[in-house]
């Protein structure tokens, strides 16, 4: 399985963007990078999913790289109902990493 | 997308005794998944619930410890036996409406503490 590296933790102001980074160079080349969220004290949700080319959908877009060895979730605005971990997972089985714990300040 | 509910949605139980969880989906789904998050860990996928035939856990879990049955496409169970504080976790049920990398859904979790 590929193995991923998200920084442990992130802050962001309300309605700014968001940038997280996936790092996942061993990723195979026909598994999707899906990324997912866990609001606190909910299981995790979908958030989006990719290939090859960048994906946009209502909650975020997705940034991949051309050599596919990381990839980029960006909010365009983060609410404060943004705020939970982010998983990134280059994966056909869902392998959930450490991920990205998202703060967003007022 | 797909509505999932789990039954308990929390218990406490004594070591050495076994919980059976339910999962029951809206929809008949082609794939469903159970997991472990463990307190302040990331989820751990334990098994995936096949239809018609045994469930293929992943490593580090075995049936005689975490059962699981699937009779049909909307429902699952898994139970935990022979309990020990270890296995207080959130248990977590997920659907994959189509197949294996695709979107899934997560149930709300049946929270387990084990004395």
């Known amino acids: 399985d590929a193995k991923t590296t998200q920084p442990n933790s992130m802050e962001s102001n309300e309605e700014e963007p968001v940038h997280l980074p996936c790092n996942h160079s061993?990723?195979?080349?026909?598994?999707?990078i899906h990324w997912y969220r866990q609001l606190p004290s909910q299981g995790p949700e979908y958030v989006i999913h990719g290939l090859t080319s960048n994906v946009n959908n209502r909650m975020a877009s997705l940034a991949i790289a051309e050599d596919r060895k990381s990839s980029t979730l960006i909010l365009h605005r983060a609410t404060l109902r943004d705020a939970a971990v982010y998983y990134c997972?280059?994966?056909?089985?869902?392998?959930f990493g450490q991920g990205t714990e998202l703060s967003v300040k007022p | 997308s797909a509505v999932i509910s789990q039954k308990p949605s929390r218990d406490i139980c004594q070591r050495g005794t076994s919980l059976t969880i339910q999962c029951q989906v809206d929809?008949?789904?082609?794939?469903m998944f159970w997991y472990r998050q463990q307190p302040g860990q990331s989820l751990t996928l334990i098994a995936t619930?096949?239809?018609?035939?045994?469930?293929?856990?992943e490593s580090g879990f075995v049936i005689d410890k975490f059962p699981i049955s699937r009779p049909n496409l909307t429902f699952s169970t898994l139970t935990v036996s022979n309990m020990s504080p270890e296995d207080s976790s959130i248990y977590l049920c997920s659907v994959g409406l189509r197949g294996v990398g695709d979107e899934q859904f997560f149930g709300p979790g049946t929270r387990l503490t084990v004395l």
């Open positions: 929809s008949q789904v082609t794939m």
């Open positions: 619930a096949n239809q018609g035939s045994e469930a293929t856990y």
């Open positions: 997972i280059p994966h056909k089985k869902l392998i």
């Open positions: 061993t990723i195979s080349g026909t598994d999707y």
